[in-house]
């Protein structure tokens, strides 16, 4: 595949990632498997640039947002991830990709839109100055500089290159390739040959001190937990034993289940017992015993209006039948004798069709019962070839990891030998603080002063104000008047009066408002003697309807109770080959499942229990090499010979390492 398809899909995987709803392992592997036409080589390489790219995403996001702000104002935004994408082989795999690799992917494009993005991206004075600045709100100085802008920075005389011939392109001022001509050959002159030099002697190498190595009781339980655990255990099985010799040994003629008899007996004793204790007892009454079982439930105005209403519009519609009747109208009976016929003819299909439904189902059953017993088996056997491929690879990836190991304790004494003299120019720091940190404190303190003084003039003239509030509050005030109620206040209006004469009209209007309650209660009383009538006449009604309906409903019960008795059968001919189909097709599955039942055996169960084991001590070599790589690297930090971030890397190589010989 050339370099514009291999950026199209992940232009296309970058447009289609959505963080909240996808992950990113899932939403690669569902875009490659839709992708068949990928090798295993393109395939990588795309997943390795989407996992990249969204991993980065913070730090390809500044430079493609600067871009759209500043240089990128028509630009179109859809080609946002297209800029991402290239920002991201600039910036982590130009090392990898080479120059040429990385032109193929900028000629892929247009020539327009290529050289107004690289002119910005690119542009020295932008990644030294603002770009670097917000690189490093991301990430620290040092992995910025380090990691990302010096390896860019080394590449930028052939990218400006390639922004050039972008902007000769643009303005048609593309040259020729010239020919190359054959270089002259120089021949060295017929000189004597200088002596050879002495090889000077290396320098030895810096070793640290040894340290001390930590006592093997610090990891070894102490002998008095082994004591007491073997005490626990033997303990524990003597109880066990007793335990099997006592139920062995019990009476079998003994039964400590009481007759009926005699908990009858207990319980009146002890009914008689407490019956004594009980002096002062609050006797409560008794429940009050019922007539009938059929208790009639209490119906209040509503119901027995609408139910009324209801038996009411039926005794009408039976009148308004029984006149048409009258007038010369047809019996429905015939027609609803048919209608009945048919629709038991066709419940007796359907029941049919549900039956034949229901055998296929389970026939449907049966057989994809068989065809997973046969997938089974077929993927047991993939499971297996699967198993001796795994097996390969993890040799060689062990071979691998040892050959990174080596590779890193290289470095780690590198990194070791940078860092001797880190301990003092760190206390030279703490030195230069504790300084500036006294002349501080010496200025806070004659602020504090100076601030003090304030507050307490300021406290002082409150005090004051507040002294003379209260004395001002404590003199005595006068609040009694004198009123006079038969006069009035002299206002000169015309519904002016006093308060004698306004007492009094209140007192006739209560008068009369009370006379208009009692009014008002008579006709209520009147309302309500009307309406108990008319519930009285509705509940005679009712009681007659349901009498009625209840004599109706025997009869139907006892009508449905006869037809129960005769048991209905489905004698259709597609239903009976169904069901011998599903009973060959239970057999097959029966045959099939005891041939591939797995019968246990001595020598199947002790492999299990060797494999539990080694699983075991696998397990717990891996905890010992993890516990002695921490300890390790915690004592190189507290003697000041690592930095913490060389410590964490150490670590995390040493589990890596630790992991793996486990596995």
């Given at each position: 595949?050339n370099?514009?398809e291999l950026?199209?899909?992940?232009?296309a995987?970058l447009d289609s990632f959505d963080p909240?709803?996808?992950?990113?392992?899932?939403?690669?592997?569902?875009y490659?498997r839709?992708?068949?036409t990928?090798d295993?080589s393109?395939?990588?390489?795309?997943?390795?640039?989407?996992?990249?790219?969204?991993?980065?995403s913070?730090?390809m996001?500044?430079v493609?947002?600067?871009?759209?702000v500043?240089?990128?104002?028509?630009s179109l935004?859809?080609?946002?991830?297209?800029?991402?994408?290239l920002?991201y082989l600039?910036?982590?795999?130009?090392?990898?990709?080479?120059m040429?690799?990385?032109?193929?992917?900028?000629?892929?494009q247009?020539?327009?839109?290529m050289?107004?993005?690289?002119a910005?991206?690119?542009?020295?004075?932008n990644?030294?100055?603002?770009?670097?600045?917000?690189?490093?709100?991301?990430?620290?100085?040092?992995?910025?500089?380090?990691?990302?802008l010096?390896?860019?920075l080394?590449?930028?005389?052939?990218?400006?290159e390639?922004?050039?011939?972008?902007?000769?392109k643009?303005?048609?001022?593309?040259?020729?390739?010239?020919q190359?001509?054959?270089?002259?050959?120089?021949?060295?002159f017929?000189?004597?040959?200088p002596?050879?030099?002495?090889?000077?002697?290396?320098?030895p190498i810096?070793?640290l001190?040894?340290h001390?190595p930590?006592p093997?009781?610090?990891?070894?339980?102490?002998k008095?937990?082994?004591?007491?655990?073997?005490v626990?255990?033997d303990?524990?099985?003597?109880?066990?034993?007793?335990?099997?010799?006592s139920?062995?040994?019990q009476f079998?003629c003994a039964?400590?289940?009481?007759?009926?008899?005699a908990k009858s007996?207990?319980?009146?004793?002890?009914?008689?017992?407490d019956?004594?204790l009980?002096?002062e007892?609050?006797?409560?009454?008794?429940?009050p015993q019922?007539?009938?079982?059929?208790?009639?439930?209490r119906?209040?105005?509503?119901?027995?209006?609408?139910?009324g209403a209801?038996?009411?519009?039926?005794?009408?519609?039976?009148?308004?039948?029984l006149?048409r009747?009258?007038?010369?109208?047809?019996?429905?009976?015939?027609f609803?004798?048919?209608?009945?016929?048919m629709?038991?003819?066709?419940?007796?299909e359907?029941?049919?069709?549900?039956?034949?439904?229901?055998?296929?189902?389970?026939?449907s059953?049966?057989?994809?019962?068989?065809?997973?017993?046969q997938?089974?088996?077929?993927?047991?056997q993939?499971?297996?070839?699967m198993?001796?491929?795994?097996?390969?690879?993890?040799?060689?990836y062990?071979?691998k990891?040892?050959?990174e190991?080596?590779t890193?304790?290289?470095?780690?004494?590198?990194?070791?030998?940078?860092?001797?003299?880190?301990?003092?120019a760190?206390?030279?720091?703490?030195?230069?603080?504790r300084k500036?940190?006294e002349?501080?404190?010496?200025e806070?303190?004659?602020?504090?002063?100076?601030?003090?003084?304030?507050?307490?003039?300021e406290?002082?003239?409150?005090?004051d104000?507040?002294?003379?509030?209260?004395?001002?509050?404590?003199?005595?005030?006068i609040?009694h008047?004198f009123?006079?109620l038969?006069?009035?206040?002299?206002?000169?209006?015309?519904?002016?009066?006093?308060?004698a004469e306004l007492?009094?009209?209140?007192?006739?209007?209560?008068?009369?408002?009370?006379?208009?309650?009692e009014?008002?209660?008579?006709?209520?009383?009147?309302?309500?003697?009307a309406?108990?009538q008319l519930?009285m006449?509705?509940?005679?009604q009712?009681?007659k309807?349901?009498?009625?309906l209840?004599?109706?409903?025997a009869?139907?019960?006892?009508?449905?109770?006869?037809g129960?008795?005769?048991?209905?059968?489905?004698?259709?001919?597609k239903?009976?080959?169904?069901?011998?189909?599903?009973?060959?097709?239970?057999?097959?599955?029966?045959?099939t499942?005891?041939k591939?039942?797995?019968t246990?055996?001595?020598?199947?169960a002790?492999?299990?229990?060797?494999?539990?084991?080694?699983?075991?001590?696998l397990e717990?070599?891996r905890w010992?090499?993890?516990?002695?790589?921490?300890?390790?690297?915690?004592?190189l930090?507290?003697?000041?010979?690592?930095?913490s971030?060389?410590a964490?890397?150490?670590?995390?190589f040493?589990?890596m390492?630790?992991?793996?010989?486990?596995?």
């Amino acid at each position: 595949m050339n370099h514009k398809e291999l950026l199209r899909h992940c232009v296309a995987i970058l447009d289609s990632f959505d963080p909240v709803i996808h992950g990113v392992e899932g939403h690669v592997s569902k875009y490659l498997r839709d992708e068949q036409t990928l090798d295993e080589s393109e395939k990588t390489f795309i997943t390795e640039v989407f996992s990249g790219c969204v991993r980065h995403s913070k730090i390809m996001k500044v430079v493609v947002t600067g871009f759209y702000v500043q240089s990128g104002k028509n630009s179109l935004r859809s080609d946002i991830n297209l800029y991402t994408v290239l920002c991201y082989l600039a910036l982590f795999r130009l090392d990898e990709l080479t120059m040429s690799h990385y032109r193929k992917f900028i000629q892929s494009q247009d020539t327009n839109k290529m050289h107004r993005f690289l002119a910005y991206f690119l542009n020295e004075k932008n990644l030294k100055t603002w770009i670097k600045d917000e690189w490093c709100q991301i990430y620290e100085s040092s992995y910025v500089q380090t990691d990302i802008l010096s390896p860019l920075l080394n590449w930028l005389p052939e990218l400006n290159e390639v922004i050039q011939h972008l902007a000769n392109k643009i303005s048609n001022r593309v040259k020729p390739k010239k020919q190359t001509r054959a270089t002259t050959e120089v021949k060295p002159f017929n000189i004597t040959k200088p002596r050879p030099r002495s090889v000077p002697m290396p320098e030895p190498i810096p070793t640290l001190k040894p340290h001390q190595p930590v006592p093997k009781s610090t990891y070894g339980k102490p002998k008095d937990v082994k004591h007491l655990n073997k005490v626990k255990e033997d303990n524990r099985r003597k109880a066990e034993e007793r335990l099997l010799e006592s139920s062995k040994s019990q009476f079998s003629c003994a039964n400590a289940e009481k007759s009926v008899k005699a908990k009858s007996r207990l319980a009146s004793i002890v009914a008689e017992q407490d019956s004594k204790l009980n002096f002062e007892k609050n006797r409560a009454r008794a429940l009050p015993q019922t007539l009938n079982d059929n208790i009639p439930i209490r119906l209040n105005a509503a119901t027995i209006l609408r139910e009324g209403a209801m038996y009411q519009k039926k005794e009408d519609q039976e009148l308004q039948k029984l006149a048409r009747l009258e007038s010369g109208a047809r019996d429905a009976s015939d027609f609803l004798k048919w209608q009945g016929t048919m629709r038991q003819k066709d419940m007796d299909e359907e029941l049919a069709e549900i039956e034949r439904r229901r055998i296929a189902g389970k026939l449907s059953h049966e057989e994809a019962i068989l065809a997973r017993q046969q997938l089974i088996q077929e993927n047991k056997q993939k499971v297996q070839e699967m198993k001796e491929e795994a097996n390969r690879l993890m040799q060689e990836y062990l071979e691998k990891r040892l050959e990174e190991e080596e590779t890193m304790k290289g470095l780690v004494e590198d990194v070791l030998m940078s860092h001797q003299n880190a301990k003092d120019a760190k206390s030279k720091l703490t030195a230069y603080k504790r300084k500036v940190v006294e002349e501080v404190n010496e200025e806070s303190r004659e602020l504090l002063k100076q601030a003090l003084e304030e507050a307490e003039a300021e406290m002082r003239r409150k005090i004051d104000i507040i002294q003379q509030i209260r004395a001002m509050e404590s003199v005595p005030k006068i609040r009694h008047k004198f009123v006079d109620l038969s006069s009035t206040a002299g206002h000169s209006l015309l519904s002016e009066m006093s308060m004698a004469e306004l007492r009094e009209r209140l007192a006739l209007l209560k008068i009369a408002e009370r006379e208009g309650e009692e009014e008002k209660r008579d006709e209520i009383l009147a309302a309500k003697q009307a309406k108990d009538q008319l519930l009285m006449d509705k509940l005679e009604q009712i009681s007659k309807h349901r009498a009625a309906l209840g004599e109706k409903a025997a009869i139907k019960l006892e009508e449905k109770r006869k037809g129960k008795d005769s048991k209905f059968e489905i004698q259709d001919p597609k239903v009976i080959e169904l069901q011998q189909r599903l009973e060959q097709r239970r057999q097959e599955r029966i045959k099939t499942a005891e041939k591939m039942k797995i019968t246990p055996n001595k020598k199947s169960a002790q492999r299990t229990q060797s494999l539990a084991k080694e699983k075991k001590d696998l397990e717990a070599s891996r905890w010992r090499e993890l516990e002695r790589t921490r300890e390790r690297a915690a004592s190189l930090k507290s003697q000041g010979v690592i930095r913490s971030h060389s410590a964490s890397k150490l670590t995390s190589f040493r589990q890596m390492s630790a992991g793996q010989a486990a596995t």
